[in-house]
């Protein structure tokens, strides 16, 4: 009965591999978010989709595209991973686009070696 | 580009002190939220106040806003060391859709 869920917890992959981290909440909110969160505990966001439509593109690599299959869930696909990708990625939701409370998962730690 | 700067970054107190975190940012705002980030786990919403709101309690929890300096301040009352653990503020600019996160404190509570 997690809120927001996001699989997997960890990945380690090699440079230029490629791979996706997916998320899901069961809150019934019209809004989610991927942020990615650096060594130093910077948290940025990259996108945001309300009700299956991409709201916010921070600017991020084109490696990088989010999914979004239905309100409920969000993937991220990143292409050709790179060293500077290793972050931990946090999937995020809220009820609307304009009702900030956010709820946010786990995270993926992921690690390119 | 970073909106909010908590200040300290990390602070350290003895258990039943009372813990103030500040938090300054750039642009006019809607609103402003604080966060609690555990090691290891995703962030946990604590409270929100609106532009038009200068003080908010929630349990041991007190936050100010100050508009015309730009600045919020997070108290929290009686720590315990469960409260360790990293705080954000975030804010929503005016216009915007998107809440924007500081750097965050590092709060150490010594048993």
């Known amino acids: 009965d997690t809120a927001v869920s996001q699989t997997p917890k960890y990945l380690v992959t090699q440079m230029g591999n490629d791979k996706s981290i997916k998320c899901e909440q069961n809150l019934g909110h019209d809004t989610m978010y991927w942020y990615k969160q650096d060594s130093k505990k910077f948290l940025k966001i990259m996108f945001s989709y309300n009700n299956k439509e991409l709201i916010i593109n921070e600017t991020v690599p084109n490696r990088f595209s989010p999914k979004s299959p239905d309100k409920a869930h969000l993937n991220l696909h990143i292409n050709s991973l790179e060293l500077g990708d290793s972050a931990v990625y946090f999937c995020?939701?809220?009820?609307?686009?304009?009702?900030?409370?956010?709820?946010f998962g786990p995270g993926t730690r992921l690690t390119v070696l | 580009s970073q909106q909010g700067e908590e200040d300290p970054q990390a602070l350290s107190i003895q258990e039943g002190e009372n813990a103030t975190m500040n938090c300054s940012y750039k642009t006019s705002i809607n609103n402003l939220q604080w966060y609690r980030q555990n090691s290891g786990r995703g962030l946990v919403h604590l409270i929100l106040?609106?532009?038009?709101?200068r003080e908010k309690h929630s349990g041991r929890l007190r936050v100010t806003l100050d508009t015309s300096k730009k600045s919020s301040s997070l108290l929290i009352t009686a720590s315990r060391a469960a409260d360790t653990a990293s705080y954000f503020c975030?804010?929503?600019?005016?216009?915007?859709?998107?809440?924007?996160f500081g750097k965050g404190t590092r709060l150490h509570i010594l048993p």
């Open positions: 106040i609106r532009s038009n709101e």
């Open positions: 975030a804010t929503e600019k005016i216009g915007d859709d998107k809440i924007i």
């Open positions: 995020a939701s809220s009820q609307s686009r304009s009702y900030n409370e956010q709820f």
